[in-house]
């Protein structure tokens, strides 16, 4: 069980996108620096909590920081998963009288990153569970790093004691972005991406900037949307091209595969094509089968149909509907929010989704 984690960790940083440092995020880029003190004595605290709205860069911070960690100690031992993995594990180590051997094995991490700690704020019953792995690392030292949505002091209800020990460490926040680095993270993904922007250059990245007052995440998603028109329709782009875009995406949407992914996306604050890619993120992993569980309830497709669109073997699509089957009756706020999603999606006009 902890190998698994160990090698899913290493395999969540495998393909990362190119890190673009702004104003907003150097504070945070900074204070992460901590984690290439692993073990010690001299640091206030070993939990650093970075916290900022869904898609302002939390995650790829996270993975950036961490891979150049190990790319400057190759044996640094680290885990890299979610807080509700990361409980999830805890319970079935529980389970099978296994908890105090994987406490021991977490005590010779030196590095631990738990995404989502908000997520606590929903499941209340794993805090505790939670707070004893904090308590345990902290006794060697480790370095913890957490991130979440909401800053910790926001979160209710979350037990305060685990309030006082990330308060007793470093807490940081990154802001929404300003205009001007939204501009610069467009022509970022403009040259990314090899987009045939036609001069002015920052024109172009000005217009969606002003048009679109979106996360980050999303404005990449526009940008790869972009991208992949032009392997069909290949064209010079400028203001005016992208004006008559945005008037086309923006007519009533339908019921597709597509839009789907992007309703599913906006909820769990992630990038549309990250839930169709091949990254095993563990942050990505419940907003796929959420995508994929609709997309069958929806729609009725065939699970090859679904997997085909998903980049997903028939079987890896059965075996993520059987699985959100089985964590829907555990989980009431996933199930609420899948609801929630069902009902959205339900009202809008039908089209072919093949």
């Known amino acids: 069980m902890f190998d698994e984690l ?7 940083l495998h393909r990362i996108d190119t890190y673009l440092s702004l104003p907003e995020n150097r504070l945070a880029r900074a204070a992460l620096t901590r984690l290439d003190t692993a073990r010690s004595p001299q640091l ?8 900022g709205p869904a898609g302002t860069g939390k995650s790829l ?17 680290f885990a890299y998963t979610s807080v509700q993995d990361l409980c999830e594990r805890m319970l079935l180590a529980t389970e099978h009288q296994m908890l105090a051997e994987f406490l021991e094995q977490c005590r010779t991490l030196e590095v631990l990153v738990c995404e989502d700690l908000d997520w606590l704020e929903q499941e209340p019953s794993f805090q505790s569970g939670f707070l004893m792995l904090v308590e345990t690392l902290e006794e060697e030292l480790t370095q913890i790093l957490i991130t979440s949505r909401k800053s910790v002091g926001e979160m209710d209800p979350l037990d305060q004691r685990l309030v006082s020990r990330c308060h007793g460490g470093l807490c940081v926040k990154l ?22 922007i036609l001069k002015p250059f920052a024109a172009s990245a000005q217009f969606l900037a002003e048009q679109l007052p979106v996360a980050p995440h999303q404005l990449r998603q526009v940008v790869v949307d972009l991208a992949q028109l032009q392997t069909s329709h290949p064209s010079p782009i400028d203001v005016k091209y992208l004006e008559q875009w945005l008037t086309r995406q923006t007519r009533t949407p339908r ?8 309703q599913v996306a906006e909820a769990f604050g992630v990038a549309a094509d990250e839930i169709r890619s091949r990254s095993r993120q563990h942050g990505l992993a419940v907003p796929r089968q959420c995508a994929m569980w609709l997309a069958r309830e929806l729609t009725g497709r065939p699970l090859e149909q679904i997997g085909h669109y998903f980049d997903r073997s028939h079987t890896t699509v059965s075996h993520s509907l059987s699985k959100l089957n089985e964590l829907l009756p555990l989980a009431p706020s996933l199930r609420q929010q899948v609801q929630k999603l069902r009902q959205q999606l339900k009202e809008l006009p039908r089209e072919d989704c093949a």
């Open 6 to 12: 160990l090698n899913s960790s290493r395999v969540a």
């Open 44 to 51: 206030s605290g070993s939990i650093t909590v970075l916290s």
């Open 175 to 196: 802001p929404p972005l300003s205009f001007e680095s939204r501009v610069r993270l467009l022509q970022h993904w403009f040259q990314e991406f090899r987009l045939p």
């Open 255 to 262: 019921l597709s595969f597509a839009s789907i992914v992007d």
């Open 61 to 77: 911070l996270t993975q950036t920081t961490i891979a150049e960690l190990t790319r400057r100690q190759p044996q640094c031992r």
